[in-house]
């Protein structure tokens, strides 16, 4: 059964590379949100197994953190799981201290690491089923 992953805030080309990396190891469709608003939307309109959140989105440069603690402070999508996409580990604990699970980085697509953190969320079953065996 095909996932759906929504991508939040990444330029066309980053979108791009990012929904690549995805379907080339996973049955998903992926789709675009640019802002906080409209990654809230989407979410509520379409069951979402994953949010990918760019650290700081291309429509203002405003905070990717900002986005993971509004979904988590929103009811009705709080359970989707969501990763912050950035190379830097200070952001990547800032979003787990937001709620989200621990993200990866753009420079960590063909990571074995990456794909098994991916796995968890985007293989048959319940979504984030065994995503943070061992954490």
Known sequence: MTKTVLSVGQCSMDHGAIERF???HFDVQVLQADDAQQTLDTLK??????VLVNRKLDCDYSDGVE???RIKAEPAVESVPVMLVTNYAEHQQLAIDAGAELGFGKLEFEQPETIARLRGFLTEGKPGLGANVGA
């Not at 309109?45 to 994953?50: F, K, V």
Request: hydrophobic share 40%; aromatic share 0%; proline share 0%.
């Open 45 to 50: 309109q379409t069951a979402c197994d994953l």
């Open 67 to 69: 986005v993971i603690q």
């Open 22 to 24: 995805l379907t080339t």
